[in-house]
């Protein structure tokens, strides 16, 4: 890397691997040796930036900078961002300053609009912050004022544990091709897993969660507008953001959660459509899609019950008729013998009300399932744990710890062994073997015969 820095660039200096800095000096240290491997090692920043949509290719160059001092800024502007990172391929370049926080310390939209404004005055792409707090996507960030700004520079979000999560799948699947960064690679891994990095995962609720959960479990209810429900909405989705994270390095790949076009595009409107599911059914509700597993992992937080629900919905085999051979086709995958508070519901067809069993009593007596269903099969099936926390639920560290310990040993003991049901292949038919036997001809002579 050239020592030279970018004509946009009074100050700054290449991101160093050995950064020679205060010792209180958390913040500054790991993010010039994130950004410094971010541009040493090829896959691991080709993975970050891909998500923000820009393309590494082989004729590209990355190189990042901390503690940058931008050529055209105002004489008010005394703030300067931590990092900037530039990729060039070619004669085209991309820009993005960098604005990190460690530790509890929270973004400030205050100074995020500032570097907004830094960028657009020096022709720089976007703006990313790297912190403690999680986000759904890298362009729906955790501040909700970011969102909501008129400015038409982006700005993208990573988590610490989100850069932490890349770096151990990409070794954890032997991704990087090149020996030295590997070894790079394995000690940034090992280094953000020290305390000293600053670096943590989302391990309490708000305040206002306690709040919440008294007004609930009083009668109350939840009010349109209500800044309570909204923090705690924001806090579940910094939760079922790490949870995510959690199970992917767990599972060795990519776990994300299921959302759709609208909310993953609207983020304000998300949050909307959950409040207003809160209000009604007094729940918070996730999907995560893991791949290849039989269906997406389900996650409800009853607030009324004070339970956490975890399972998977999974089609009927429309090949079985009988509910109790349906039945014994989930049955058969569950592998586990832990089937306390293990719960399968059955989804049947109309308007008829679902129905729900005990696995260990279906177990014992498949036969149980169709009671009051005679003339019915279900179409569906919902397998489900179902943890009732008590006074831990309201709780903000406690309600934590559980859920993180509940949803990956759901997966573990049940989901992963789950199979979703297919269709078979279509055979060919006896009286149809042959190319012959479905010509014109043939097909006008099988036509007369049904006729006649």
Same mark, same amino acid.
């Given at each position: 890397?050239?020592?030279?820095?970018?004509?946009?660039?009074?100050?700054?200096?290449?991101?160093?691997?050995?950064?020679?800095?205060?010792?209180?000096?958390?913040?500054?240290?790991?993010?010039?040796?994130?950004?410094?491997?971010?541009?040493? %090692?090829?896959?691991?920043?080709?993975?970050?930036?891909?998500?923000?949509?820009?393309?590494?290719?082989?004729?590209?160059?990355?190189?990042?900078?901390?503690?940058?001092?931008?050529? #055209?800024?105002?004489?008010?502007?005394?703030?300067?961002?931590?990092?900037?990172?530039?990729?060039?391929?070619?004669?085209?370049?991309?820009?993005?300053?960098?604005?990190?926080?460690?530790?509890?310390?929270?973004?400030?939209?205050?100074? %995020?609009?500032?570097?907004?404004?830094?960028?657009?005055? #020096?022709? %720089?792409?976007?703006?990313?912050?790297?912190?403690?707090?999680?986000?759904?996507?890298?362009?729906?960030?955790?501040?909700?004022?970011?969102?909501?700004?008129?400015?038409? %520079?982006?700005?993208?979000?990573?988590?610490?544990?989100?850069?932490?999560?890349?770096?151990?799948?990409?070794?954890?699947?032997?991704?990087?091709?090149?020996?030295?960064?590997?070894?790079?690679?394995?000690?940034?891994?090992?280094?953000?897993?020290?305390?000293?990095?600053?670096?943590?995962?989302?391990?309490?609720?708000?305040?206002?969660?306690?709040?919440?959960?008294?007004?609930?479990?009083?009668?109350?209810?939840? !009010?349109?507008?209500?800044?309570?429900?909204?923090?705690?909405?924001?806090?579940?989705?910094?939760?079922?953001?790490?949870?995510?994270?959690?199970?992917?390095?767990?599972?060795?790949?990519?776990?994300?959660?299921?959302?759709?076009?609208?909310?993953?595009?609207?983020?304000?409107?998300?949050?909307?459509?959950?409040?207003?599911?809160?209000?009604? #059914?007094?729940?918070?509700?996730?999907?995560?899609?893991?791949?290849?597993?039989?269906?997406?992992?389900?996650?409800?937080?009853?607030?009324?019950?004070?339970?956490?629900?975890?399972?998977?919905?999974?089609?009927?085999?429309?090949?079985?008729?009988?509910?109790?051979?349906?039945?014994?086709?989930?049955?058969?995958?569950?592998?586990?013998?832990?089937?306390?508070?293990?719960?399968?519901?059955?989804?049947?067809?109309?308007?008829?009300?679902?129905?729900?069993?005990?696995?260990?009593?279906?177990?014992?007596?498949?036969?149980?399932?169709?009671?009051?269903?005679?003339?019915?099969?279900?179409?569906?099936?919902?397998?489900?744990?179902?943890?009732?926390?008590?006074?831990?639920?309201?709780?903000?560290?406690?309600?934590?710890?559980?859920?993180?310990?509940?949803? !990956?040993?759901?997966?573990?003991?049940?989901?992963?062994?789950?199979?979703?049901?297919?269709?078979?292949?279509?055979?060919?038919?006896?009286?149809?073997?042959?190319?012959?036997?479905?010509?014109?001809?043939?097909?006008?002579?099988?036509?007369? #015969?049904?006729?006649?």
């Amino acid at each position: 890397m050239s020592d030279e820095l970018p004509e946009f660039l009074a100050q700054g200096e290449q991101a160093r691997l050995f950064p020679v800095l205060s010792t209180t000096s958390k913040e500054g240290r790991t993010t010039s040796i994130v950004l410094a491997c971010l541009a040493k %090692i090829d896959e691991f920043g080709a993975n970050l930036l891909a998500n923000l949509g820009v393309r590494v290719g082989i004729r590209s160059k990355v190189e990042t900078y901390t503690e940058v001092v931008c050529a #055209n800024r105002s004489a008010a502007q005394k703030d300067r961002p931590d990092g900037l990172i530039v990729v060039r391929t070619g004669s085209r370049e991309w820009r993005a300053l960098v604005e990190a926080k460690v530790g509890s310390t929270e973004l400030d939209a205050e100074q %995020i609009e500032k570097y907004r404004l830094l960028a657009k005055e #020096n022709d %720089i792409d976007c703006v990313i912050s790297i912190s403690n707090q999680f986000a759904t996507t890298p362009s729906n960030h955790p501040v909700s004022e970011v969102n909501k700004s008129r400015s038409k %520079i982006p700005v993208y979000h990573w988590s610490w544990m989100h850069i932490l999560t890349e770096a151990d799948l990409l070794l954890s699947r032997d991704s990087v091709s090149d020996s030295d960064q590997r070894i790079l690679l394995n000690e940034l891994r090992r280094f953000l897993t020290h305390e000293s990095a600053g670096v943590k995962g989302f391990d309490r609720m708000p305040r206002e969660w306690g709040d919440l959960n008294k007004l609930i479990a009083s009668g109350g209810t939840v !009010p349109a507008k209500s800044n309570e429900a909204l923090a705690v909405i924001s806090a579940w989705h910094q939760e079922t953001r790490d949870l995510s994270l959690i199970l992917s390095r767990m599972t060795e790949t990519y776990v994300a959660e299921r959302l759709s076009r609208k909310h993953r595009s609207d983020a304000g409107l998300r949050c909307k459509d959950e409040l207003q599911e809160l209000k009604d #059914n007094h729940q918070l509700q996730a999907e995560l899609d893991i791949p290849d597993a039989a269906a997406p992992l389900k996650v409800i937080a009853d607030l009324r019950r004070r339970c956490v629900d975890v399972g998977m919905v999974l089609r009927a085999p429309e090949d079985k008729v009988s509910t109790k051979a349906r039945v014994n086709w989930l049955l058969r995958q569950v592998k586990t013998e832990r089937l306390e508070e293990l719960y399968l519901r059955l989804l049947w067809p109309g308007k008829s009300e679902p129905t729900q069993h005990l696995v260990s009593d279906l177990k014992a007596d498949p036969d149980l399932a169709a009671e009051g269903k005679d003339a019915l099969s279900p179409h569906s099936f919902f397998l489900f744990r179902s943890k009732h926390l008590g006074s831990r639920f309201a709780q903000q560290v406690n309600f934590i710890v559980d859920l993180e310990e509940l949803v !990956p040993a759901y997966y573990r003991d049940v989901g992963a062994h789950l199979s979703a049901w297919q269709k078979k292949a279509p055979r060919i038919k006896e009286d149809r073997a042959t190319a012959e036997d479905v010509t014109t001809d043939a097909i006008s002579e099988d036509a007369q #015969n049904y006729a006649s």
